[in-house]
Structure formats: C-alpha cells, structure tokens
C-alpha cells in the first residue's frame, strides 16, 4: 500500500513552505532543495494553489506562500485532495473490473471503512505538527 | 493509494475458498472463475500455503481448500501478509530517500500511526465476514 509520489511531494512543498513562514518562496528554489524535477512540482503547486493552500504571487520578486496558517492545514484534507485515486482495490473504479465476486462483496464496504480510519488518523495533525 | 493487486488476488481466492468449503477446489478453477492469469495465482496460492492460510492435498483427485475456518482468518493479518511493501511512501523504504527533511520528519510517525488504523479496521473482520 503507498500513497502517490504526488501526495509525498505536496506534502514536502507544504513543510517547505511552512518552514519558510516570512518569505515568499519559488519553486525553482524547492525543485533545488529537494532534488526533485521542477516540472512534477510545477503541478503540483498549480493543484495546492487550486485548492486554496497556497497563494501564488506574479511578477519580479514574487513568488508562493501558504495561504493559511499551518496550524488550519489538515493532513488528512490535503491526502484526500491528492490521492485523487482513492480506489483502494480495482473494483473501486466504476467500469473498471472484472471481479465475479462483486455484486455481493461486503469487502469494498469494509476496506472503505479501513480507508476512512486511516484519514480519520490523518485528520488529527495539521501541517504546524510538522514543522 | 492502493493496495496492490497481489492483495487482491490473495483476498479472491480465500473467499472463493470459504465459498467451497466442503470440496477441493484447483487453481485453474479460481482462475477461470475470475478469469485471472493462473500464472499469477500459482505464486499467491503457494505464498497462501506457506503463511498456513491454506492446505493443498497433492495428486490426482488433489487440490486446495482453507486450513482453518473462514471465521479464524483475520482480514488484516491477510492483508499484512501481502502487503510485503508497506511503505507508504518512498522514504519509508531504507537507503531509497533523498528527502531533505527525513531526518527530522515526523510524516514518517503519522503516516504509520495512520497505517495501524487502517489494518486494526481490517482486524476487526474475518473471512467469514465476505462469505
């Protein structure tokens, strides 16, 4: 079971900027901190700032920020934005299986009940547990 | 986030068994009826087997069935059977990361804490649950 490279780098790019209060920061800067390629995290930080997480400053000297404080960043809300794909197993997308056991399978209910604990979880901590 | 298809597998082939449980059934079977790869099955049959979920009788006549009723096979410890890679994300795996913030990074914890809440959910069910 593994969460996508797309959460994990959302994640880093919201610590980043977390850690990185008083200023705005640019992703050029945070490809280079985290050796990541800087076109993954140029959709990345589109989606975060579609999302209201961050705001994104134009022109010289601008830049990017956290949009709220770090403490009102709900982990649990950010990997429910960026798992888009929350099929847990095959079956969960709609069309997508072949699985003879499915018109009657209590399975689906209960790994989405697994899946909510896990959110659930998640919704403890904001991103100022992080930092 | 995903499990992986082994997992699916795996988790088929035991309700398909709990759904015969007065005969042997064969993997070509399963396969048919789910009309899956009856490579793939060999390997989640044999590691099935060798985790004690199941007994296979050798021979002409042979085949496999559960090794324990369907109400002592907890979901969970399935799942953390097959799940080998329970590496949520990529810095989870020893000598894989270049994450700039792993060495003070409390992600790790929360995401592990939130991990156990997902397979205590799976805990709480047995095979007989999907049967």
Request: contains cysteine; hydrophobic residues 40%; proline residues 3%.
């Amino acid at each position: 079971m593994r969460l996508t490279r797309y959460t994990d780098y959302a994640l880093r790019v919201l610590i980043y900027l977390g850690s990185h209060p008083d200023k705005l920061s640019t992703i050029s800067e945070i490809a280079a901190y985290h050796n990541i390629s800087r076109n993954h995290l140029m959709k990345v930080v589109h989606q975060l700032g579609s999302w209201g997480y961050i705001d994104t400053l134009r022109g010289k000297g601008g830049g990017i920020r956290l949009a709220h404080p770090a403490s009102e960043i709900i982990i649990g809300d950010v990997v429910r934005h960026t798992e888009e794909n929350l099929e847990i197993v095959e079956c969960f997308t709609p069309g997508n299986s072949d699985c003879m056991i499915l018109p009657g399978c209590r399975l689906k209910g209960v790994l989405n009940e697994a899946l909510d604990s896990f959110l659930a979880t998640l919704d403890l901590y904001t991103l100022a547990d992080f930092l």
